[in-house]
């Protein structure tokens, strides 16, 4: 599998309206990268490394996506979304994501993966997270691109 490095965050603005619209631009191409990983891996078995290696682009591009939710609702006037979970909910309130329990699997999902360090259970995760995740984070980044327009 090629390898691929992650584009470094952009320093933010302390505007709320622009500084969203920089973490999406990251979010945008960590999820881009995300894509050509898991499409170069399809029908390949990946061993340990490998598996890790997607495992830690995922939770980068999760995480570059709930922060990006974050800064959306700020610029809305939102002040109680301090963590992923405030967040979601209220970008689930907003519309601005669906699927409250694929999102809820989706955070679950993130938090097994920081402590997933067994081959065989890293990649049930990662199959889990290609197979039922991650059209949510390509749902969003769509969603997010219409409204940066």
Do not use: C
């Not at 809305?76 to 809820?104: H, M």
């Amino acid at each position: 599998m090629k390898s691929v490095f992650l584009p470094l965050p952009s320093k933010m603005s302390p505007k709320p309206d622009i500084r969203w619209k920089q973490r999406f631009s990251n979010l945008e191409r960590a999820f881009a990268k995300l894509q050509a990983a898991v499409d170069s891996s399809k029908g390949i078995p990946l061993n340990e490394l490998e598996t890790e290696g997607l495992i830690q682009r995922f939770e980068y591009t999760y995480e570059l996506a709930w922060k990006t939710l974050q800064d959306v609702l700020q610029e809305r006037g939102y002040t109680d979304v301090a963590g992923p979970g405030p967040v979601l909910e209220q970008a689930l309130q907003d519309g601005l994501i669906d699927n409250a329990p694929g999102w809820r699997k989706l955070k679950k999902a993130r938090e097994l993966t920081s402590h997933t360090y067994h081959e065989l259970t890293a990649t049930v995760v990662f199959k889990e997270i290609v197979e039922q995740h991650f059209l949510l984070l390509q749902n969003l980044v769509a969603k997010l691109r219409s409204l940066s327009k």
